[in-house]
């Protein structure tokens, strides 16, 4: 149960609210990523894992009961504890969203790495059997109309439900990740990305070389809308590339032409690690989502079959 030697804190405001929230995580005795809302009287620790995973429809990836206590946007500061190796830790926040910091996962790992991390091997969950989701199954959980609204919007911009995600048994003992984005914007086009963690200080440094700084992406013309709608109020040019309204270049500097994909591996990495461990196996992301994601997982633990545990 490898857990931090210090706690460590963070302070800002998150992607979609905005709101500057306290967030510190601390050392555990006990296996698990716990959330608890400091700003809740009485609320309870919320376990990081993918059962507790609702609403992804905000692109992100959020713990807990949405209709009570509940912590957005986690994605990053689990890859950041996944790589730094943490698998125990309690998590103090004092709002409804993880900061957004940097827009990457770089900020959290320095930290993670900075504090120290003590105490034995992660539990590993191993991959046996095949499992795939598609984007028309994770279409499938989408409400009726916003489901209808979705399917018109796709035909009339000609974009094709074709995304998977795909978790494969792998003759390592490493998470591969293969990730790859489609998009009719020219500055994107089709980019792929592949990384391996294996638990080594190098498979650690690989990451923080050419993955940790990525930060994600949204066109500078839908920021108006996502504002109205209580989202992106938390971006800046420091934290999200935006995309100019042609779609053939970015209005801030990009760290590599690729760094679209590669925040993809982040937000996988992140979500791969809601499993309550470190998967072994080779994962396929073609146009992936988080909802895919959490399908997937889900769909890997639904039969014993699918997979062994060694702790
Ligand atoms: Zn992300």
Request: aromatic letters at 10%; proline letters at 3%; a positive charge.
């Amino acid at each position: 149960m490898p857990t931090l030697k210090k706690k460590v804190e963070f302070f800002g405001g998150g992607i979609h609210l905005g709101v500057p929230v306290k967030l510190v995580v601390k050392p555990s005795k006990k296996i698990g990523i716990f959330f608890r809302r400091t700003d809740i009287v009485g609320s309870k620790s919320i376990l990081a894992r993918y059962d507790n995973v609702g609403d992804t429809k905000m692109r992100n990836t959020t713990v807990g009961n949405l209709g009570g206590a509940h912590v957005k946007t986690i994605e990053h500061l689990m890859a950041a504890l996944f790589i730094a190796g943490v698998d125990s830790a309690n998590i103090e926040i004092a709002g409804p969203e993880t900061p957004i910091l940097d827009g990457s996962a770089m900020e959290f790992l320095n930290a993670f790495i900075a504090a120290g991390v003590t105490g034995g091997k992660y539990k590993r969950i191993i991959v046996r059997r095949p499992v795939v989701v598609t984007a028309r199954d994770a279409m499938r959980q989408v409400p009726f109309f916003t489901r209808m609204k979705i399917y018109l919007m796709n035909f009339i911009s000609g974009r094709k439900l074709d995304g998977f995600v795909k978790l494969a048994p792998c003759d390592n003992d490493s998470l591969n990740i293969n990730a790859t984005l489609v998009y009719k914007e020219k500055i994107i086009g089709k980019q792929s990305f592949s990384y391996s963690y294996d638990g080594t200080k190098k498979s650690c440094r690989d990451f923080l070389k050419n993955i940790a700084r990525a930060r994600t992406f949204g066109k500078y013309s839908e920021w108006e809308y996502l504002k109205a709608h209580g989202m992106g109020r938390g971006a800046t040019e420091k934290n999200v590339i935006a995309l100019n309204n042609n779609g053939d270049g970015t209005l801030n500097k990009v760290y590599w032409p690729d760094e679209f994909v590669r925040h993809k591996i982040i937000d996988a990495i992140g979500d791969m690690f809601t499993s309550g461990g470190f998967v072994v196996g080779n994962l396929e992301s073609y146009k992936g989502s988080h909802a895919m994601n959490n399908m997937v997982l889900r769909k890997l633990f639904s039969c014993p079959d699918n997979y062994d545990i060694v702790e």
